[in-house]
């Protein structure tokens, strides 16, 4: 696992003096991407920070790809979000969504304060898209700012390749793919042997995916996946761990650029 601060130092803004951000040039152009995760149970096999994990992993990459002479600059990941989803399991560290939004909404307005005209929210947990797609466009709103929400495995880069039909509709939280991840990049903090097949197939048998279907219920996670887990963590792959972040920091590169050259 990578130290994204440490890899990335040239472009993590706070490691500016004040005068220097002041006085940067390019703000017109510049992104400025705040990297935002959650802490929350993965069930038996996966460590509590897993989004927080799979958010620095891909933006490191990310930014391995990008010219150097690309005005990009990325603030410490905000590792908290919203998972009351999974109240009532150990490890689950959520803020209340009224919370969330205003923190966000803060940051925002201080990205602008900073003379910044472009803000990215790079996220990594399901949880908070929903409270991310309106607060963007509450911070435009407010502050006049370009403001984008990148999804990245929910909209951006969603895997397919490897994966059973079931696993893609259903295998939203610890499962194949986020295994596949950890495996890859910190097998350390992996308890491969205790991973389950945390498929949900009460869902499937109502055919109500948990996202986006067509009766989309307010489930929990203690409602539905007794494991905690949602998909098949079993069939997990470290090789195609490997292929979800590098297809994450290709697609997510590209956006990036588009931002930096985003008008209307
Ligand atoms: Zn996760």
């Known amino acids: 696992m990578q130290n994204l601060i440490e890899a990335h130092s040239q472009r993590f803004l706070p490691y500016l003096t004040s005068r220097q951000i002041d006085e940067l040039e390019d703000k017109e152009k510049a992104v400025v991407i705040l990297p935002v995760a959650s802490i929350e149970q993965h069930g038996p096999h996966l460590p509590v920070y897993t989004d927080s994990i799979i958010a620095q992993e891909v933006l490191g990459r990310t930014l391995s790809l990008l010219p150097d002479d690309l005005p990009v600059w990325f603030l410490p990941l905000l590792p908290y979000g919203k998972s009351n989803e999974h109240a009532g399991l150990a490890g689950t560290f959520t803020m209340k969504s009224e919370v969330f939004i205003q923190t966000l909404k803060e940051i925002g307005e201080n990205v602008a304060r900073n003379g910044f005209r472009r803000f990215a929210i790079l996220n990594a947990h399901g949880g908070n898209s929903e409270i991310i797609d309106f607060v963007i466009r509450d911070i435009r709103e407010a502050t006049g700012l370009l403001v984008f929400g990148l999804h990245?495995?929910?909209?951006?880069?969603?895997?397919?390749?490897?994966?059973?039909?079931?696993?893609?509709?259903?295998?939203?939280?610890?499962?194949?793919?986020?295994?596949?991840?950890?495996?890859?990049?910190?097998?350390?903090?992996?308890?491969?042997?205790?991973?389950?097949?945390?498929?949900?197939?009460?869902?499937?048998?109502?055919?109500?995916?948990?996202?986006?279907?067509?009766?989309?219920?307010?489930?929990?996670?203690?409602?539905?996946?007794?494991?905690?887990?949602?998909?098949?963590a079993q069939t997990a792959d470290p090789q195609r761990g490997e292929t979800y972040l590098s297809n994450g920091a290709t697609e997510l590169a590209e956006m990036i650029q588009k931002i930096v050259e985003f008008e209307f």
């Open 152 to 232: 990245v495995y929910l909209r951006i880069a969603v895997p397919q390749s490897g994966l059973t039909e079931d696993e893609m509709t259903y295998g939203i939280h610890a499962g194949d793919v986020e295994t596949s991840i950890l495996l890859h990049c910190c097998p350390e903090l992996v308890h491969k042997d205790l991973a389950p097949d945390g498929t949900p197939h009460q869902l499937k048998k109502i055919n109500t995916p948990p996202f986006m279907g067509p009766l989309n219920f307010a489930w929990l996670t203690r409602d539905i996946a007794p494991t905690g887990v949602l998909g098949n």
